[in-house]
Every structure is written in structure tokens, then in C-alpha cells.
């Protein structure tokens, strides 16, 4: 016998998991293409070159890369992607001719990344990308914030908070303080804010470059560390911080498209508490230089963030020489469903169908067959039961599942042209119920569970 | 600069490919959720054991095998999964005390195979399974072929023929010819009927052993041609066939089944005319032992099934010494958007929302986001162009892209609180509607458009 675990760091997503979070995932593309996103998909295996290429992934990725070979094929020359981004920028450099701009993609699919297994980390899950290409405008600033809005709001979400910078406040400050060299090291530093307080930050910013810091005098260590601990909070800041950053051309435009993008968002209809602004926050990634975003549960901060983003002045720099930018965000699946699960918020089920048709012992079996294709026809899932065992094992199969009402016709019932309808919640049974009035029946029966809080 | 080429044998799948595909798929994941099918997902990388024990692949499926390392990982240890058969049964037997019988699943993902390249043959390729667990009953034979049915008619396609046969007619018939042992190259040359004809198959059933053949004499060839070729058609075949092959209890098992399977289809409503039986078909794997299905679209044979399947006897043998029957088919996503996309019927495009509101320049840009939202709101689809460019280029992209409708909102517009309403079909233009009545303009125009059969 082979052992059926699954490789270390992998795992299996059983249908508990799954159906919560296809009805997710469903609620996520219907969002993107409401907004004029359109799919693409690209291989899970990509050239080795192009996951490597200068800029393309950080060290720490590029360690944790699957390399992918086949008999006859040359070593090191494919692997699995590690993000959607890289080969979206391929993909852009390669068909955006064809596509055209401004180009709104999404994309949904699997990354690995083999990373040392620890609880809660997977070296393979699901990103949900989506990106407009080819334009500068703030408008595509604001909506990639919407979309964040709306999709998690689609997944039962409302409680989240959306955090905006733009860069060029920081990088405007770095600037004016001379510091552009050293902009790295700075970023790194202010994005572990959170955890590690403003006094950790200050090490990190003051102690030498030798040993990982950044190397600043105290002076211009503590401009940096007010900033992002003094501007946080909604619009009325940008005021203060106009006054307090002086005059910059880059903190000017920054500030002006948060500006900007807070009105746009108030013109959406989407509610200004849900947003924050955070003077301080440089997500990581160098590539960023205008609006980032990350976005927290409120209360369930400590997951980090489920939804990232920002924009890019030139995406695809590694693949063509003509200048695309670009903004756009991630959502991470997992993460948000870690999060939810542990919140207690996901409604967990076995089965997405609400009736099981019984297959009763000496009833004609093309009977239960008929009644269960009529539901669906009238658009309620229905399942069969295969086997014409026991009525009672039947009805705990269907208990068990979650399926909510059980239509049972024995033999009698056949002869005489009528049904049973069992709730598998209160285990009431209605007997005798005319087999012409099927649908209406189970359609109300379900209604009436529905109002008592356990309908489908 | 690094070419942005894909690796050979894989491709990019444009939003031109994508989105009549994520149609079908989401057709395809309500068909099978609507008769109880659960989705599952496991991991795209297994432990090389599980992918490579005996019986797991057929010889060729694992040469083409892809093997996968990261760093610090031992070589040989991980691969790329060929099929989603292999993870079921791994899943089955790690998790079937859990998931309890009957157990049906659906699932939905790209497996990779070394192929040498070669047109309309992909590296890695979209499997849609699904598959009844833990029951030997006819009514999961039946329903197997009415969820084909069910998820190709959900595809638009409707002039199919789904072929049936049970394992156990030719079993029987080998039996009875002493022919038990030579079964695998008898089904293998049986298989080959329709590509290489009666006298091809007569060829390699009478050819020495050593040369590939099955070596029989000309009379055992002529009994099992005969079935093969003559066999063929309705219901009423079965009758003969029961006469001509005599007594023996595996055939007689076998044509019983079949003749429950059709009386269960024709109760579930669905059209005898789409299904045939044909007593020859093997359907290569060795693992089947019961009914068999392929489907091949009426007049596109030559794209082979593209929806096949069967019944095991014992799915998980490799993995638990648990006995679990079952049944169930693939759909091959690829092959049937080939196929469609070669019979001119994918609608091909490049957008899925039918209106793109206009950036006009000297418009607040806060107006068309704010009806762009109204219009989603109303669950009209819309994209609102992110640069203040020149209207005609606006309107330009709309037409390339494929919005039906445009909504365009000058300054003089703004302050009368009119807009102007544009047919990207007709080019016609109405102007200065009410923006109070934004929504209901919007849906009566999508509608004559419809009805003019250029609507969404």
C-alpha cells in the first residue's frame, strides 16, 4: 500500500472548504467583469528565465522556486510560477499589441513557492489578481480601491479597512532629506510599523547599514517616524501633512492624488469609513511608485492583509522596451479564508443541493430519477440517492450532508400517484402530497426553512 | 531584454479564449453541483510514489511525467499530477471516513504531460471530472451519462451522440472464447475499429503476440469483429445480441445493465436519439469493468470524445485495502473548445459588460465613475474609460472591445444633467435622455438590441 498523504507543505481542500470558497471565488470574477476586467490564464509552468529575470522576484522567492523538468527536457530551463504578476507581464509584453490599452485583466489560479512548512503557510495557493494596464489616470487609481470594496463585500465581507498611501509622499520625503539612496532600507523598515512599534522602527532606521539598519542621524530618523505615526487617519490629515512635509513637488502629487481618489471614491458611493489613509505605508516591493493599498478584517489585523496593491511606473521593463504602466491588486484567497474560518464566519457545508430524493426498496427506481430531474428543471438541485437501502440510512446520509428536505415515494405512494416530503432540519413529514403539485410543494417548503433561518 | 515567449508546448489563453471558456466552466460547475456533485481540489504537485505506482498511469502517461525540485528538496520525489484520477483516489482513501458513502465529487484543473509538441496538443490541459464513490448501483451508471448530457447541452452544444456499452459484454464473450488472458491487446486492437477499420482490427488480432498482435485464430476474430461491427445502434440491438452470444452470465449482466441504463435515461426525459450503443467499445484503460461512455459531437468525429468515462470496480486498491466501486466520466474542456472554436460556434469577445461610460474631457471625472456605479448597481455591467482622451478614440475602443452601448457626459451635459446614449452597433446617438432615468435607458436600449439579435 502507498501512503495517501499529500507532499509536506501541500494539502487537499475538501468540499467543507471548497464550497465556501467557490461561491467566493464565483462572487470574485462576476466583480471584476462588472467593472470590464476580463480573464486570462497563462501556464503554471513558465521559462526559468523569465521567473529569474532582473527585478522579476525578490531573493527570498527566487530561493523558494520549483523547478520543473521532463525526460528529454534540459534541467533548469522551466519552473512553477511563484505569483501572477511576472507572468502577466510577459504576457502583456508579448500580446499588447493585439490587446490594445487601456488593458483590464484578471486572473485566478495557483502559485508555488516552497517556502519551510509552518501552520497556515502553503507552497502552493491561490492568487486573485486583477490590473489595468496602459494608463496614468486616477480614475484607475480609485477603482482598483473599489474593486477591493466591492469584491470582498460580494464574499460576505463589510467590516474591512482599506489603508492608502501614495509613495511619493515618502519617496518626496526621502528626496528632501537626501535620503534617496537609502530609500530601500527606509521602506523596509517603516513597513514593519506594526509590529514592531515606533521604537523598534528607530532602531532599524538608526543602526548601521553593516548590520541591516538604515544608517540615519536621529534628526531625520524622527521626520520619518512622525510621519508615519502622526498622518493616519481620513482626509482631514492630507491638510496637515501639506503643511507639515513643506513644499515637494513629489509629496505635492502624491497628497493631490489621494486627494483625488478619496472624491471618486465618495462619487462611487462607497462608504469613506471603510478607508484610511497612512502616510507612513510603503509595502515592501520597490517596484511601487504612486497609490499602494492594503486592506485588514477589522479586529483581525494580526492576519495581515487579505487584498494588496498599488501602482507601477513600467511593468514589463524585463520584456519590451515600451513603457507600460499600470495599476492593480491581489487578493489572497487563502488568507481571507483562514481568517473567516477562524472568525467563525464560514458557513461550512457538505453538499450545495437542498433535496435528496429517496430511493425507496421496491419502488420502480426510474421514479425517484423522474422527480429529481422535474426539481432540477425547476431549478432545484436535487440529488438522487443510488442505493435502495434502509429509508432511515438514507435520511442520515442526507442529515449528514446538510441536505435540508428528503422527497420520498415508496411503493404505495407510487401506486397511488403521490410523495412524501420530509424536512431532514425539523423532521416533520408531509404525507401523501399529490405528485403533480412536486415543484410548488418542495418550492414553499423551502421557503418556510428559509424564514426559519435554515433554508438554503 | 528576455523573450516573452512560453515555454514549448504551453500557451497564454487570451480574453478572446477565456471568456466563452469560463461560460462553459461555470455551466459545467452548476450542472454537477445541481445533481449533488461537491468540489474538491488537491494539490497540482503529488509525491512521485503516488503519481508513479503500479497501475496508477499507463507506460507512456509516465514517461511524460514532470518532475518538480526546489531547493533543499530531493530530486525524484515530486511531480506534476497526468490526470485527476490518481489525486481522487489518494483523497478517497485519506479521507473517506470522514466524507462517508456514497461520495461524489467534481473537479475542475490543469494536468501536465511531456508531450512532444505538436498542433491542438498542449503541455498542460484543463480536466473536467466528476465521479460517484461507494455504489455499484445502475442509477449512478444512468446519471453519469445524463450529467454529460446536462453539462454539454449547458454548453450550447446539443447535437451529440453519447455511446454506451458495459465492459462485461466483451469480458463475457472473451471468457467464453478461453481468450481471458490476451483481453488487454483484444480491447486495445477493438478500440482502433473506427480509426483503422474491420479489416485493421482483424489484422492486429490475429498477428503473432510478439509482433503486438493478440494472436488469435480467424475464427475467435471473426466472433469478436462481429460483435464489434454488428452491435451497433438503438435499444433494439440488445435483443440480438442476447441471441447471437448466448448464455453466459457476464453478458447477460452486462446487457441487462445497459437496458436499465437507457429505461432510466428515458425516465430522467432526456432524448434516446442522443444515445447508442455500441458493444465493441472498449475504451482502452484497463481499469473499467462496467459501463463505458465516450461522446463525440454529430459530424466532428474526427476530434475523438470529448466526455468519456466509466465504472471501476476499485478505484483506490493503491492506497487502501478499503474496496470502493465507482463511476464516472471526464470532460475534455480543451478538445471541446477546439472543436467549437473550429465550427465557428464560440462567440468570440473581447469584453463582457455591454456599456463603457465616457471620460469626456472637462467632465468632472467623478460623474461617469458615479453612473458607471448606478449602472452596476442596477446589474447593468460597466466600464468606465480611465483617460480624458479625445471621444472618438474612447468610442473606438468600445466598438474593438465589444460594448454594445456608450454613456457620454460632456460639461454641457453635467450642468443640464443630461446624457447622450450611443449605440457602439448602430452608431446611432441619443441625445440629452434625463439622468434620472439613466438605468431604464440603459436596459430598454440593451433590450432592442437584443431583440435586434446584437445584444449581451
Chains 1, 2 share one sequence.
Not at 504576457?91 to 509552518?118: C, M, N, Q
Not at 484610511?276 to 495581515?304: C, H, M, P, Q, S
Not at 428528503?406 to 401523501?432: H, M, W, Y
Request: glycine share 10%.
Amino acid at each position: 500500500m502507498i501512503d495517501p498523504r499529500v507532499a509536506s507543505g501541500l494539502r487537499d481542500l475538501p468540499p467543507s472548504v471548497m464550497i465556501p470558497r467557490e461561491r467566493i471565488l464565483a462572487g470574485f470574477r462576476e466583480t471584476f467583469a462588472s467593472f470590464g476586467f476580463v480573464p486570462i490564464e497563462t501556464p503554471h509552468i513558465e521559462r526559468m528565465e523569465v521567473l529569474t529575470g532582473k527585478g522579476a522576484g525578490s531573493d527570498e522567492v527566487l530561493r523558494q522556486i520549483f523547478e520543473v523538468t521532463n525526460k528529454g527536457g534540459t534541467p533548469g530551463e522551466l519552473a512553477l510560477r511563484f505569483d501572477l504578476t511576472v507572468p502577466l507581464a510577459r504576457f502583456v509584453a508579448k500580446h499588447i499589441d493585439e490587446l490594445g490599452i487601456p488593458f483590464k485583466r484578471y486572473a485566478i489560479g495557483s502559485v508555488f513557492r516552497g517556502e519551510r512548512p509552518a501552520k497556515g503557510r502553503f507552497r502552493e495557493f491561490t492568487q486573485c489578481d486583477f490590473d489595468t494596464i496602459g494608463t496614468e489616470s486616477v480614475l484607475a487609481d480609485a477603482e482598483t480601491a473599489q474593486v477591493i470594496h466591492a469584491a470582498l463585500t460580494t464574499a460576505g465581507v463589510s467590516d474591512f479597512t482599506i489603508t492608502l498611501n501614495d509613495r511619493r509622499v515618502l519617496t518626496g520625503l526621502l528626496d528632501s532629506l537626501g535620503l534617496e539612496s537609502r530609500s530601500g532600507s527606509v521602506l523596509r523598515a517603516l513597513d514593519k510599523l506594526d509590529k514592531i512599534g515606533a521604537d523598534g522602527v528607530r532602531d532599524e532606521l538608526t543602526k548601521a547599514a553593516e548590520v541591516g539598519g538604515a544608517g540615519l542621524p536621529v534628526d531625520q530618523c524622527e521626520q520619518i517616524v512622525e510621519l508615519a505615526v502622526r498622518f493616519r487617519g481620513g482626509e482631514e490629515i492630507l491638510d496637515d501633512a501639506m503643511k507639515a512635509l513643506g513644499a515637494n513637488s513629489l509629496v505635492e502629487k502624491g497628497i493631490a492624488n489621494l486627494r483625488m481618489v478619496l472624491e471618486i471614491l465618495a462619487a462611487a458611493g462607497v462608504s469613506p469609513d471603510q478607508f484610511r489613509i497612512n502616510l507612513g505605508l510603503a509595502r515592501g516591493l520597490d517596484y511601487y511608485t504612486g497609490i499602494v493599498f492594503e486592506t485588514t478584517v477589522n479586529g483581525w489585523e494580526k492576519f495581515g492583509s487579505v487584498a494588496s496593491g498599488g501602482r507601477y511606473d513600467n511593468l514589463a521593463s524585463l520584456f519590451t522596451p515600451r513603457r507600460l504602466p499600470g495599476v492593480g491588486a491581489s487578493i489572497g484567497l487563502d488568507r481571507l479564508l483562514a481568517l473567516l474560518d477562524e472568525a467563525g464566519r464560514l458557513k461550512s457545508s457538505a453538499t450545495t443541493v437542498p433535496v435528496l430524493v429517496a430511493n425507496f426498496p421496491g419502488t420502480d427506481p426510474a421514479v425517484p430519477v423522474k422527480l429529481a430531474a422535474r426539481l432540477r428543471a425547476a431549478g432545484i438541485g436535487a440529488e438522487v440517492f443510488p442505493d435502495a437501502i434502509s429509508i432511515g440510512k438514507q435520511m442520515g446520509y442526507g442529515s449528514k450532508r446538510g441536505h435540508k428536505l428528503a422527497v420520498i415515494v415508496g411503493p404505495d405512494e407510487q401506486a397511488n400517484r403521490v410523495f412524501n416530503l420530509r424536512s431532514l432540519i425539523t423532521r416533520q413529514e408531509d404525507k401523501g402530497l399529490d405528485l403533480s403539485v412536486l415543484e410548488d410543494s418542495v418550492e414553499s417548503a423551502l421557503e418556510i426553512l428559509k424564514q426559519e433561518g435554515a433554508g438554503p
